[in-house]
Each structure stands twice: as structure tokens, then as C-alpha cells.
């Protein structure tokens, strides 16, 4: 694993944030056919997600309320009802690469979140999706620009965002009360329940609309906070399906190996959400072994590891012939470019079925051996 490259590091040409090109071909690649391979419904919805790393990155994210604080952040569009991965980018800081147009409209000097709603949306604009989004993205800029483009938003949004009705924002309600303003196709509401609840639509008026509440009785409720929270969840749904199966480890020592195995799971929940759509009957968990049993069938060997006859020393590296009677002395492996000793597999260690590697060589015979007792056991006994 430690060999896996997807990019050519002296073919830099400075075009993408020099640490994402090491992933970029595959990442570029792979979502292409996310959204080749599937036709979303009507609904979506635009969310960032997480994915954990401690280790140092230049544009990692720290998030002290959340459970993994230290985080690599990427931004996805996904079908609101199934969770199905359409499209997404990761952010790298200063060097995200945001749109600058969008369907022939100059948006480079329009706020970073609606940058971000147009990146990835741009495809499925003008063809009458309805995107949910959260408070971080939602304002009558981006609203306003939607509408010009046929696609409806839906959201909740922030009292002090610029172009919201004063009147409106400014206004003490008492529980269950709603205040409500129009401008053009947009509509801005205001609900008092336990806290103020701020919401922007394109789609939906003032309309109130009974819901049965916990522990018995009913409630009248926004039907936008009901269809919000309906259409919002397509984001979170996907990461909770890939969570319980991932093939991330929580400790890796390269990032872009950790995020080449994001999207084998990003790949797999695609491919069971298209199987599912076709009529497929297979729970998530089946889908993945039934993979993993086809997998193997058509590439693993037929010899089983056990039936392997273990390599004797003499034939994983040759030995000299003094190996028992000349002088032997304990030194380190040459240098790398990236380290001051290169670490190399030990030789009794591979017989022995183990995987270690050693920073210490026998420069005599020209083999990586662990200090104790490995050094002793090459020097002394027969293979």
C-alpha cells in the first residue's frame, strides 16, 4: 500500500493546490461517472462532509464541536431521498477551486458560499431541481440567482444575512407565531417555537400545517420546515451508510490514501444506490459481500495462503558465503530522500510469516535484519 501513487509528481504544471494533484486524476475521474451513471429526482441537497485525519495537512479543518475535530472537508451535492454522491470537491483552503461562471453569469464577485452552490450544481441548473440547503449557503444572493437559472432553493437561513426584511427579522413572536414577507418569488418566514426558526423558499408561502408531535396531541407547523426537513438529509444519509462499513482506517500515514479509500466506499454506496433502483433486494451490508464474493472470485489465486511453502532465507536474498565465518557488525540502511534511514522488510521476519521492517542491515550480506535476535539467528543458523 505504501507504494500507491495515482500521479505523476514531476508532471506538476501548478494548475490544481500542489498537495490535491497527488489524488486529482482518480478524484476527477471517479466523480465523472457519479454523475454519468445516475439521473437524480427532483430533490437535492448540498452539505459538507468529514473525513478524519490528525495527521499534518495544510488545509485540514478543526472543529472543536465535533467528535473527530481534525478533519479533511469536502463539499457534496447528493439526491435528497436516497443519498446518492452526484457530485463534490474538497476544500483546500485559499486554494479551492471555486467557478467564476456559470451558465454565461459572472459570479467571481459573488460570496464564497454561493460560489460553491454553483460549482456544484452547475450541471443540473435550469432543468427545475429544487436544492436544500443549511444557513451556511442560504441568502436572497444565491436565491435570487437560482431563479434566474429555473432551479428552486429551499433552506434555513441567517436573521442578519444581507437583503432579508428588517421588519421581518427584527420581530418578537411568542410561541407558534409566524411572521411571513415576499420579494419577487422569494418568500422570507420567521417561526417562534422553542427558539426563532428562519427559513427562505422559492417554492413555498406562509402555509401552516398540523403534525403530531411526541408524547401525544398535535401542532401546526410550516409546511417549509416540513418539506425542508424532508429534502435536507441526503448528505448526512450517505455518510452514515458509509460509516458503518468504511475502509478508511482512523490511522493512515499519507492523506491521499486515505481519501483513495473514501472512494472506494463513496463508489460502493453509489453503485448499491443504482442497484437498489433497479429493483435490487439487497440490504447495504448483503450488497457489499456479495461484492467482496465476486471480487475474489475473479482475481484471487486459487493456492490458499496456507498451502504456500514459506521461502527460506537463502532464497528471499541470496547469502555470501561467509555468512558464518566472516566478521558481521550491526548498521543502519542507507538514507532516503525522505528519511534519514530507509526502512527495509527483515529477512528472519519474513520467514517466519511476520511483516516488520527494520531501520538496521548487515552491510557484509547485504540484507535488512532486525538488532535482536534476528542479526544472531541469520549469522548463526541454517535456513
Request: proline share 4%; aromatic share 10%.
Amino acid at each position: 500500500i505504501k507504494y500507491l501513487h495515482f500521479s505523476d509528481n514531476e508532471a506538476y504544471d501548478g494548475q490544481v493546490p500542489p498537495k490535491l494533484y497527488k489524488i486529482k486524476p482518480l478524484f476527477d475521474r471517479l466523480v465523472a461517472k457519479f454523475s454519468e451513471a445516475y439521473t437524480p429526482d427532483d430533490k437535492l441537497s448540498i452539505d459538507e462532509s468529514l473525513l478524519l485525519w490528525k495527521g499534518r495537512l495544510g488545509w485540514k479543518v478543526y472543529i472543536p464541536k465535533k467528535r473527530s475535530r481534525f478533519d479533511m472537508e469536502s463539499y457534496k451535492l447528493c439526491e435528497a431521498k436516497t443519498g446518492y454522491v452526484w457530485n463534490m470537491f474538497w476544500y483546500t483552503g485559499n486554494t479551492t477551486q471555486l467557478n467564476n461562471e456559470t451558465m454565461g453569469i459572472d459570479i467571481s464577485d459573488l460570496s464564497k458560499p454561493t460560489r460553491i452552490v454553483c460549482t456544484l450544481a452547475e450541471s443540473l441548473l435550469g432543468q427545475g431541481y429544487v436544492i436544500a440547503m443549511d444557513n451556511y449557503y442560504c441568502s436572497p444572493e444565491l436565491f435570487n440567482l437560482l431563479n434566474e437559472l429555473d432551479t428552486d432553493a429551499i433552506g434555513t437561513v441567517r436573521s442578519n444575512r444581507k437583503g432579508l426584511p428588517k421588519d421581518v427579522m427584527s420581530k418578537n413572536l411568542k410561541k407558534g407565531e409566524v411572521a411571513v414577507a415576499y420579494q419577487k418569488k422569494l418568500m422570507v418566514l420567521k417561526w417562534k417555537d422553542k427558539r426563532d426558526v428562519c427559513m427562505i423558499s422559492s417554492i413555498h408561502d406562509g402555509e401552516m400545517k398540523k403534525v403530531n408531535v411526541k408524547g401525544g396531541g398535535t401542532k401546526e407547523k410550516p409546511v417549509v420546515c416540513i418539506e425542508y426537513n424532508d429534502a435536507m438529509g441526503g448528505v448526512d444519509l450517505s455518510d452514515q451508510y458509509i460509516v458503518s462499513y468504511s475502509a478508511a482506517r482512523k490511522r493512515m500515514k499519507k492523506y491521499y490514501q486515505k481519501i483513495f479509500r473514501h472512494l472506494l466506499d463513496l463508489s460502493v454506496f453509489n453503485s448499491f444506490i443504482i442497484h437498489r433502483k433497479n429493483g435490487g433486494k439487497y440490504t447495504h451490508l448483503q450488497f457489499r459481500l456479495n461484492l467482496i464474493e465476486n471480487l475474489l472470485s475473479k482475481y484471487a489465486e486459487s493456492i490458499p495462503l496456507e498451502a504456500r511453502p514459506a521461502l527460506p532465507i537463502r532464497d528471499i536474498i541470496p547469502a555470501p558465503a561467509e555468512r558464518f565465518t566472516a566478521r558481521h557488525f550491526p548498521d543502519v540502511n542507507t538514507a532516503t530522500s525522505k528519511m534519514k534511514y530507509g526502512m527495509r522488510s527483515c529477512v528472519v521476519c519474513q520467514l517466519n510469516k511476520q511483516r516488520k521492517e527494520t531501520i538496521y542491515c548487515c552491510k557484509e550480506c547485504n540484507v535488512a535484519l532486525c538488532p535482536v535476535p534476528c542479526f544472531r539467528i541469520y549469522h548463526t543458523q541454517e535456513a
